[in-house]
């Protein structure tokens, strides 16, 4: 009965290879994020998804791609990963309400790239 | 260049006395105020906010405080527990994007 979960949860590739990360959450949210905290322990959005629109994609290189098959789902597609993309990668969700911040996280992903 | 700022990394309090962690920011358009708690291998739980109409919201033994002309928001647990201790994120949220700070870790000692 996990409310966002990630898979998987540690995630060790080298350089060069491409890699899938998948995030469901089953708390009905319309609204799907995901977050990457660095080694300064910096957590910062990605992308954001509203009923699997993109509706947030901050400074990222393209190298990035987010998809979003359903409003329970949004996967992150990295290809041709490099060292700095070391990270905890932390999906997570909310209801899209005036006023309301609040979301709800999964477990995280820890990528290490070797 | 941070917006939201924790600059205390760290806080040791003993059980049963108050806990106090402080965060400023920068930007005044900022509408929203949240604390999320984070134990080790899992991600950030959220744990109490606040908006910027309001200066208080209480939860049970959490409280937080906002002080919008000093642009200063503090959560205070009280008593604070061994189970408190845990990384505490303060973050400040804009046309629906949320702004991290970078943490506080607490310890409650027995």
């Known amino acids: 009965d996990t409310a966002v979960s990630q898979t998987p949860k540690y995630l060790v590739t080298q350089m060069g290879n491409d890699k899938s990360i998948k995030c469901e959450q089953n708390?009905?949210?319309?609204?799907m994020y995901w977050y990457k905290q660095d080694s300064k322990k910096f957590l910062k959005i990605m992308f954001s998804?509203?009923?699997?629109?993109?509706?947030i994609n901050e400074t990222v290189p393209n190298r990035f791609s987010p998809k979003s098959p359903d409003k329970a789902h949004l996967n992150l597609h990295i290809n041709s990963l490099e060292l700095g993309d070391s990270a905890v990668y932390f999906c997570?969700?909310?209801?899209?309400?005036?006023?309301?911040?609040?979301?709800?996280f999964g477990p995280g992903t820890r990528l290490t790239v070797t | 260049d941070q917006q939201v700022k924790q600059n205390s990394p760290s806080l040791s309090v003993q059980e049963g006395r108050i806990s106090i962690l402080n965060c400023d920011y920068t930007n005044s358009m900022f509408d929203y105020f949240l604390w999320y708690k984070k134990y080790p291998a899992e991600g950030p739980t959220f744990l109490i906010s606040?908006?910027?109409i309001k200066d208080k919201n209480e939860d049970g033994r959490f409280t937080v405080f906002l002080n919008k002309s000093a642009k200063h928001l503090s959560l205070h647990i009280v008593p604070s527990q061994p189970g408190d201790s845990a990384v505490y994120f303060c973050?400040?949220?804009?046309?629906?994007?949320?702004?991290w700070g970078l943490g506080t870790s607490l310890a409650v000692n027995p």
């Open positions: 998804y509203n009923n699997k629109e993109l509706i």
């Open positions: 606040i908006s910027s």
């Open positions: 997570a969700s909310s209801q899209r309400v005036a006023h309301s911040y609040e979301q709800y």
């Open positions: 708390l009905g949210h319309d609204t």
């Open positions: 973050a400040a949220g804009n046309n629906r994007k949320l702004i």
